[in-house]
């Protein structure tokens, strides 16, 4: 059961790392550029740190996730919170999914 788990995980991942169109910069006219807002590379990097560190637990089967990527968590879902306020329901779609899987997961695994 394992295996299938880290299977699902990662494929879930994999999925959630394309962007949709409302994650990408616009030019003057409002044509969509292929390059991700500031917010979304900013907030790449914060889950990239919290999925590394999940994935560092995981791997080592590690019972201390929760005190060892509090830190990592704390700050992802803080920038979440700022681009909330910032975006309104209007937050990239990606962002929005992508937290609420890191949630499922975390409380699923964690």
Not at 46 to 63: A, H, L, P, V, W
Not at 66 to 95: A, M, P, R, S
Request: glycine share 4%; charged share 25%.
């Amino acid at each position: 059961m394992y295996t299938t788990n880290v299977t699902y995980l990662k494929f879930i991942i994999l999925y959630l790392s394309f962007c949709s169109i409302d994650c990408f910069l616009k030019d003057e006219n409002g044509t969509m550029i292929p390059r991700a807002t500031e917010d979304v590379d900013k907030f790449n990097m914060f889950y990239q740190m919290t999925k590394s560190c999940f994935d560092g637990q995981i791997r080592n089967e590690s019972n201390s996730t929760c005190t060892e990527c509090k830190d990592e968590y704390g700050k992802l879902n803080q920038f979440y919170i700022e681009i909330g306020l910032k975006y309104e329901e209007n937050v990239c779609l990606d962002i929005v999914d992508t937290v609420s899987f890191v949630s499922i997961v975390s409380y699923i695994f964690f």
